[in-house]
């Protein structure tokens, strides 16, 4: 099954830094997923797997070379630990699903809501520890690829967190996730792209799969 091992991002680095986020030559890395920062295009460009080939269109997204993880394990001091999940939208899941079913990633679960308006369904991957979030509606929209939202980062005290951030975070409140919480960076803070952070606990794939093999 391939692990994500990078991914290219349209951010600014010295933001990045005045995020509390660690960057070392326009990389900043969390566990084994490195971040290059600084990549062209909107949002993130592409994403390395491990295992799959370069410049791979997979429905859309691109696979790219990784970018050079840090020697030693990075200490963000805005309390980030790990990227939780990666979200990526599509007009016709199913057409991304199987895309994805190509390369090796299978379905570890999925939810259905109209929380916020048009039904739609979120489907889960594993992607080593990280988990890929596909979120796409019941009815498909039209024919365009599938494209990189935003990001998650589980972080170690999320109240540390938000007081890090001050007023560039939202308001904490309840994950979908059981005993877990989340807060979204406001996009005034200028990080490029979607970002949340989470207070710790089981991702959606293992709750939805509390017997199979997460990382």
Known sequence: ?????????????????????????????????????????????????????????IDGLMTTAAPPAAAERARHPNGTVAIDHLVVLSPRPARTIAALAAVGLDVRGERRTNQYGAP???????IGRPVLELIGPDTPTDDGPARFFGL???????????????????????????????ATLRREAGAGLPLAFMSAGASA?????PGGSGA
Do not use: C, H, N
């Open 1 to 57: 099954m391939p692990d994500l091992v990078g991914l290219d991002a349209a951010a600014d680095p010295s933001v990045w830094e005045r995020l509390g986020f660690a960057v070392v030559d326009r990389v900043s890395t969390f566990a084994r997923v490195a971040i290059r920062l600084g990549a062209p295009g909107q949002k993130i460009s592409g994403w390395a797997l491990d295992g799959v080939a370069l410049d791979t269109d």
């Open 120 to 126: 739609y369904t979120q489907t889960f991957f594993r």
């Open 152 to 182: 998650a980062f589980t972080v170690a005290d999320l109240d540390a967190t938000a007081e890090f951030f001050g007023d560039r975070l939202g308001r904490v409140k309840d994950a979908v996730q059981p005993g877990r919480r989340i």
């Open 205 to 209: 794939v293992d709750l939805q799969d």
